[in-house]
């Protein structure tokens, strides 16, 4: 971390310290390696239950998904990235893989592709 970040270990040592000790960070007992608290994780949701845009498409995403039958994603696009902010699952076999909070970059997606497209509409 120390090397990636061009700082000294003792630097990043305190940094790895403080975050854990606020529960940012957790560590392996087995392999001593680093992972995600649980902190991040709470932090998360506090910012999601925030978010008006997932109350008030809540009743037009079910009413897609009752409609078409198929899983309806609520995305934003953030920086050439599309941010799955919520998502109400389909009943059918087929289904797509995807997670509220994840990541993806705009082009490898179908739902990236619309919003890519429409952005250069609108300009």
Known sequence: MAEKLG?????????ISTL??????DQ???????????RLFELGNIVANRLDLRT??????????????K???????DKGEVLYIDK??????????SQVGMRLPAHCTGVGKVLLAFCLQVK
């Open 7 to 15: 700082i000294p270990k003792s630097t990043a040592h305190g940094l």
């Open 20 to 25: 854990y000790d606020f529960g940012y960070i």
């Open 28 to 38: 392996s007992p087995f392999t001593g390696k680093y992972k995600l608290g649980l």
């Open 56 to 69: 008030i498409a809540a009743p037009y995403i079910q009413r897609l998904v009752e409609t078409t039958g």
């Open 71 to 77: 899983t309806v994603h609520l995305t934003i696009l």
């Open 88 to 97: 109400c699952e389909s009943h059918q076999s087929l289904r797509i893989v």
